[in-house]
């Protein structure tokens, strides 16, 4: 009998993941990026919102030192005992509007966190339909990163919203392509 002998190869390429791994963080980036502006933007008004606050809590103690000084008044004169009665009427509903105002504060608060989550979500749910498109018209991972890349440099450049640019591209790229043109060609339009 004859002894047969069988060997197995098996090969592992990184290179892919490493570019993956490159783009994912370049998009966490953009991420953080896009986050902060809004994070900065909800402290802006939650600042405006407490402003708000504070000026309806001096409102009510302004009232209600004038309140005291027309009690004062009202105990020399019986026409300044009416003028009181219409300030207590005042300092009271001036009370619940402050209230009212704290109340509205914290619910804002609580959603402008919320809108913030919503936000981060919805940037990262663009990003990704993004590199998407990019993926439909280049043949690798290797000239999705060069084309993402160049993308954001014209989109700097000229000033343009990045998903205007690469949907420009991406137009220009399969009309290119039906046409028997190269990815070279798109990226000098």
């Known amino acids: ?17 490493e570019q993956r791994l490159r783009a994912l963080r370049q998009s966490l980036q953009q991420l ?11 402290q802006s008004l939650t600042g405006q919102t ?10 009510t ?14 105990r020399n004169a019986n026409n300044a005992n009416n003028a009181s009665r219409g300030v207590n009427g005042l300092v009271n509903p001036l009370a619940r509007v402050n209230e009212l105002l704290s ?3 914290a619910i804002i608060s609580g959603g402008l966190f919320g809108l913030m989550a919503l936000s981060v979500a919805k940037t990262a749910d663009e990003m990704q339909s993004l590199n998407s498109q990019i993926m439909q018209v280049t043949a690798n991972e290797q000239e999705q990163a060069v084309v993402k890349e160049r993308l954001h440099q014209m989109a700097n450049k ?10 420009l ?5 399969r009309a290119l392509g039906n046409m028997g043109k190269s990815q070279a060609i798109t990226a000098t339009l």
Not at 1 to 17: F, H, K, P, Y
Not at 32 to 42: D, F, I, K, P, Y
Not at 61 to 74: I, V
Not at 158 to 167: A, E, F, H, R, V
């Open 158 to 167: 000229n000033l343009t919203d990045i998903k205007s640019t690469i949907g």
């Open 32 to 42: 953080q990026t896009g986050t902060a502006g809004t994070a900065s933007g909800l």
């Open 50 to 59: 407490q402003n708000l606050g504070n000026t309806a809590t001096r409102t």
């Open 169 to 173: 591209y991406t137009n220009s790229a």
């Open 61 to 74: 103690a302004g009232l209600t030192s004038t309140n005291s000084q027309l009690l004062t008044m009202a």
């Open 1 to 17: 009998m004859t002894e047969q002998t069988s060997r197995l190869s098996i090969v592992i390429d990184t290179g892919n993941a």
């Open 103 to 105: 109340r509205t504060q």
